[in-house]
């Protein structure tokens, strides 16, 4: 089955990953309406959690965020950030970048994910200049893949990046994208985490990074 959204989450909480109990959350998550695959996420630095989900539908994607999520937030007694995205949207500039989510394998396991969302409204997406940047991506040391994502309602654009390296990930996080969002003079965030540690739990939940 295809997927129609993602679903960006992070908890606001530090813990190293190996204390993060996954096995009871993805047991639970498995259950949820629509639940495709999940890449868990561990924050560099930080050691927030979150994960990279895949829904066949947005309106199962939008239960999962308005209805099972903030409980599991509470739960953890932390403040949560939740994203929505058009999966459909996205399609044809993703499978230009080498993406998983749309049927590409990779040879080399993943060491670091990057997410990024740019403050920009721009839909529909494919109006976007995702095919001026993507040769241009394509030449950034060690990227392995890229998902792009546009948001639900507001249109923003971002990504979800696999790198094979930490290094890499923060020459591309801390050097490079801002150049590309003083080219959009947009406001950005952008986050990098450390794939090697979420492997075990990440597979657990189909994820396309490991297929």
Request: negative net charge; charged residues 15%.
């Amino acid at each position: 089955m295809s997927q129609n959204a993602f679903v960006y989450t992070e908890l606001q909480i530090s813990a190293p990953f190996d204390q993060v109990p996954w096995q009871n959350i993805n047991d639970t998550i498995k259950t949820q309406p629509g639940f495709l695959n999940k890449t868990w996420l561990s924050g560099l630095g930080n050691n927030s959690a979150g994960g990279i989900y895949a829904f066949d539908t947005i309106e199962n994607a939008k239960k999962f965020v308005t209805g099972y999520f903030p409980a599991e937030a509470r739960n953890f007694g932390v403040a949560q950030t939740t994203r929505v995205f058009n999966a459909l949207a996205t399609t044809e500039a993703s499978i230009d970048m080498n993406s998983v989510h749309y049927g590409a394998k990779l040879d080399v396991k993943p060491a670091a994910f990057v997410y990024t969302e740019v403050q920009l409204h721009v839909l529909p997406f494919d109006n976007g200049p995702w095919r001026t940047f993507n040769p241009v991506l394509k030449q950034q040391p060690g990227l392995l893949a890229k998902t792009w994502l546009s948001g639900l309602h507001t249109g923003t654009v971002g990504g979800f990046y696999a790198f094979d390296s930490i290094e890499n990930a923060k020459r591309f996080a801390l050097d490079y994208f801002p150049t590309e969002t003083r080219a959009l003079d947009a406001a950005f965030y952008t986050r990098i985490f450390d794939a090697t540690v979420t492997e075990a739990a990440s597979r657990d939940m189909a994820s396309p990074f490991y297929g």
